[in-house]
Structures are given as C-alpha cells and as structure tokens.
C-alpha cells in the first residue's frame, strides 16, 4: 500500500504515541483487510470473520483496558477515520457504527449498568451494536418527525414504528433505538437486543455503496423492553445532537481519506500505465487533473486538521464546524474520486483496481450523517441568522 499522501506534513501533528495507534491501523488494513475485501464487497455482505482481529485492534487502540473508551484527542479520532476510509471505507462505516454511534451512545447517555453490560464487548467487538434514527419517512427531518413511539408500561417501555439503514443490525447484538416518549413528545433513546420479540430485521438489497455494510429495514411491533433498557441521560433531541456533531466531523475525515485513497491508486497508476510510448503520467491533462486532487486534498487536510484543534482547545466539537466540514469536504471528495476514476479509463469501472470501490462508497459518505444540502444549510443559519429548512 503507498503512504498516505500528506503534501503539506499534516501527519506530523499526531504525537508519536497517536502516531503508533494509526500506523497500527495501517497495517492491519493493508494486510489483513485491504487483499480480501473486494469479493466481501461484491457480494454485500459483511466478512464477520474478520471480527476477532477487528476485536484484538479495538482492544490494543481504542480501549483504555478496563472496558471503557480510551481518551482521544479530536486529532486522532479524525485521522483513524480518515485512515479507515483511505483503506476500507465499509470497514470504517462498520466501526463508526458499532462503536462511534452505538458505543458512544451508551458511553455518553447510559447507566453504570449499561455500560458495565455493554461497553467491554462493544470494544472487544464481541458485541457488535447499531443505531437507529432514520426511519423510512423520516431522514433529513428525523429531529422532528420521528414516527417511531415508546409508550411507558408498568416496568417497561413498549416500542412501536419502523427504521432504516441502521448499519450492521442484520448481525449487531444491540441496537440503540431513538423514539418519540409518548408521555413527553421528546425523542428518548432505547437498548434492544436482537431476538426480543416484535424487532424484526431485514437486510436492504441492491446498494450500489459500503456493499460490505449491511444496512437494513426495521420492524418494531409493540417491542417491549423492560424500563432500565432506556438510555437515561437523553431527555430529548438536543441531546442527540452533542453526539452528532462529532459524528459529522468524523465522516468529514472519512470524505478526506476516501479521496486520498482514490488520489493515490490513482498516481501510481497513471505512472505505470503507457499510452502513445509513454506514462500517462507524463500528458499534461493527467497531470492538471492529478494536480487538482492533490489540491482538494491537501485543503480538505488543512481544513480538518483546523476543525481538530479548534475542538480540542475548546473541548467539544461544534455543530456548525463539523457541518462546514462535512458538506465541503464530501463534495470536493466527490469530485477526486470522478477524477481518479477518469484517469483509470476504462480499468476505473473495475473493482480489481480498487479505485471503483472508493468511487461507489463516495455517494454514501456523502448523504450520510446529514446530506450536502442539510450540513450546507445548518452552516447557513449559522452564518446569516436565518434558517432556511424549517
Ligand atoms: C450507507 C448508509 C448508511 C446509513 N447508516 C445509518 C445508520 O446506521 N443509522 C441511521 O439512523 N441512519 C443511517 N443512514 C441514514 C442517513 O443518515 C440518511 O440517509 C440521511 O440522513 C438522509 O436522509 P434520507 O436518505 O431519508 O434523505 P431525505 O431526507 O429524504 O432527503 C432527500 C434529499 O432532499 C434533500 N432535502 C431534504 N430536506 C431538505 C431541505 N429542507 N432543504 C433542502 N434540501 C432538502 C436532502 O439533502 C437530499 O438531497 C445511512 C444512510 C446510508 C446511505
């Protein structure tokens, strides 16, 4: 695998210990991961014998040793996704899932019991988890129009609705649930482990991105799960939120590495490929173009590496930061990957040649965890006062 293409020495801001955890990652995904996932890829599924490596690289990196999340700076978080989505972007969605969304959840919003129950699997990968906001008819408005209930019954709460997408629930031992609280009107969230009677799960055919991600339709028919199972530290929407925004800066960092990625596969074809006698690489087209996606990336890095600091000197990630984020550098990744995909000619459309891959999983990394249109709008308000979506 080439090194990460880091123009301006991006990379050197990690500290050598940080470095260590993503070296660590790069191997692992060269050689472990990056040489077996293409048929995984093409046929859509998920390669769960992948998990106890994936498990032991959970534990070694990102666990602090006594089941719990190890501390991390904003720089880190970022540059192993941005690593994940340079080499494997199901194997970085898969992750984001199980451990990002589902693991923070319960991290940032459950009970000591919750955690104790959960969290030391979840980062062992012997517990696999997923997350669930988006429902069939509620995508972009979820924070509003969740249609999914939970009525409170005796010792337990009784869950009714459908979801959507949810990544990994074909398989993932629990599953975080967001619900309107019927007694209150807010969004509340809910543990549900599979197999409870009523959670039914159907696996989503025919996705042209992340193929290796098993995204799915949920039933939720009067689903009930005993009262201990509700996330007590979300009280409504706005809660939800604290964690999305480090979510959306994290996929904005994935945007950044899948174009390294693609950039990258890229060049060191276009220097081997000969047309007319010679490399391609030596066309002054090829090089205008391999030259604008040195630049989105280098910007995208310049731009995210701002965002971490910023984080980090302020202690949080911030909604309108993450936004800008997430928005620009999913459309300049989009355009790399077309790029890298063009100078491929025709070998650009196989998946053998690795940049297909990266091209096709572009399109979800770009409407997930809020579309273009979404995270250019919240940036919007903020900057002029007004919203223009609600
Ligand atoms: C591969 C993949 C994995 C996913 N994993 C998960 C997961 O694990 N858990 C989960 O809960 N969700 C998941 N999602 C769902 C994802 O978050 C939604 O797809 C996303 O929020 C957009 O919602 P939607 O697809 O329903 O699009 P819609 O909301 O229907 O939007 C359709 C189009 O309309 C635009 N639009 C909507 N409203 C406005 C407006 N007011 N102004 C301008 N434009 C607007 C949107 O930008 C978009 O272009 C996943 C999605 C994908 C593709």
Same mark, same amino acid.
């Given at each position: 695998?080439?090194?990460?293409?880091?123009?301006?020495?991006? /990379?050197?801001?990690?500290?050598?210990?940080? #470095?260590?955890?993503?070296?660590?990652?790069?191997?692992?995904?060269?050689?472990?991961?990056?040489?077996?996932? *293409?048929?995984?890829?093409?046929?859509?599924?998920?390669?769960?014998?992948?998990?106890?490596?994936?498990?032991?690289?959970?534990?070694?990196?990102?666990?602090?040793?006594?089941?719990?999340?190890?501390?991390?700076?904003?720089?880190?978080?970022?540059?192993?996704?941005?690593?994940?989505? %340079?080499?494997?972007?199901?194997?970085?969605?898969?992750?984001?899932?199980?451990?990002?969304? =589902?693991?923070?959840?319960?991290?940032?919003?459950?009970?000591?019991?919750?955690?104790?129950?959960?969290?030391?699997?979840?980062?062992?990968?012997?517990?696999?988890?997923?997350?669930?906001?988006?429902?069939?008819?509620?995508?972009?408005?979820?924070?509003?129009?969740?249609?999914?209930?939970? #009525?409170?019954?005796?010792?337990?709460?009784?869950?009714?609705?459908?979801?959507?997408?949810?990544?990994?629930?074909? /398989?993932?031992?629990?599953?975080?649930?967001?619900?309107?609280?019927?007694?209150?009107? #807010?969004?509340?969230?809910?543990?549900?482990?599979?197999?409870?009677?009523?959670?039914?799960?159907?696996?989503?055919?025919?996705?042209?991105?992340?193929? =290796?991600?098993? *995204?799915?339709?949920?039933?939720?028919?009067? !689903?009930?799960?005993?009262?201990?199972?509700?996330?007590?530290?979300?009280?409504? /929407?706005?809660?939800?939120?604290? #964690?999305?925004?480090?979510? %959306?800066?994290?996929?904005?960092?994935?945007?950044?590495?899948?174009?390294?990625?693609?950039?990258?596969?890229?060049?060191?074809? =276009?220097?081997?490929?000969?047309? /007319?006698?010679?490399?391609?690489?030596?066309?002054?087209?090829?090089?205008? &173009?391999?030259?604008?996606?040195?630049?989105?990336?280098?910007?995208?890095?310049?731009?995210?590496? &701002?965002?971490?600091?910023?984080?980090?000197?302020?202690?949080?990630?911030?909604?309108?930061?993450?936004?800008?984020?997430?928005?620009? =550098?999913?459309?300049?990744?989009?355009?790399?990957?077309?790029?890298?995909?063009?100078?491929?000619?025709?070998?650009?459309?196989?998946?053998?040649?690795?940049?297909?891959?990266?091209?096709?999983?572009?399109?979800?990394?770009?409407?997930?965890?809020?579309?273009?249109?979404? *995270?250019?709008?919240?940036?919007?308000?903020?900057?002029?006062?007004?919203?223009?979506? !609600?």
């Amino acid at each position: 695998m080439h090194p990460p293409v880091d123009f301006y020495n991006i /990379f050197s801001e990690l500290t050598e210990d940080e #470095q260590h955890i993503v070296n660590a990652w790069t191997d692992y995904l060269s050689n472990e991961v990056v040489p077996m996932i *293409n048929p995984w890829w093409e046929k859509g599924e998920f390669p769960k014998q992948l998990l106890p490596r994936m498990g032991e690289m959970f534990e070694n990196t990102l666990s602090d040793g006594n089941g719990r999340f190890a501390e991390q700076s904003p720089l880190l978080a970022g540059v192993l996704s941005l690593e994940l989505g %340079r080499l494997e972007p199901s194997i970085n969605t898969f992750t984001g899932v199980t451990l990002g969304l =589902c693991g923070r959840s319960i991290d940032m919003f459950g009970s000591p019991e919750q955690k104790d129950r959960w969290l030391p699997d979840l980062l062992t990968a012997k517990a696999i988890g997923s997350w669930a906001l988006t429902e069939p008819e509620a995508g972009s408005d979820a924070a509003m129009g969740l249609r999914t209930t939970a #009525q409170r019954d005796g010792d337990d709460w009784v869950i009714n609705g459908a979801k959507k997408w949810s990544g990994n629930a074909t /398989f993932a031992d629990v599953n975080v649930i967001w619900a309107r609280n019927l007694e209150t009107g #807010q969004v509340n969230g809910f543990l549900v482990e599979l197999g409870t009677p009523g959670y039914t799960v159907e696996k989503l055919e025919g996705k042209i991105a992340k193929r =290796c991600v098993e *995204n799915v339709l949920i039933g939720l028919d009067n !689903v009930r799960v005993p009262a201990e199972n509700r996330l007590p530290g979300v009280n409504s /929407f706005r809660d939800v939120g604290r #964690q999305l925004a480090a979510a %959306r800066a994290a996929v904005g960092w994935e945007a950044c590495g899948v174009a390294m990625g693609a950039y990258e596969h890229a060049l060191a074809y =276009c220097k081997e490929r000969k047309q /007319f006698g010679k490399p391609i690489a030596s066309y002054q087209m090829i090089q205008h &173009q391999l030259v604008q996606m040195l630049g989105n990336i280098t910007a995208m890095q310049g731009m995210l590496l &701002q965002m971490a600091k910023q984080d980090a000197a302020e202690g949080a990630a911030s909604h309108e930061r993450a936004s800008l984020a997430k928005a620009w =550098c999913t459309a300049k990744m989009r355009e790399t990957v077309a790029m890298a995909r063009g100078v491929l000619g025709g070998n650009g459309i196989l998946i053998e040649n690795h940049v297909a891959r990266l091209f096709a999983d572009a399109e979800a990394v770009y409407s997930y965890e809020g579309s273009y249109e979404m *995270n250019t709008l919240i940036v919007g308000r903020a900057i002029t006062g007004h919203s223009a979506f !609600v």
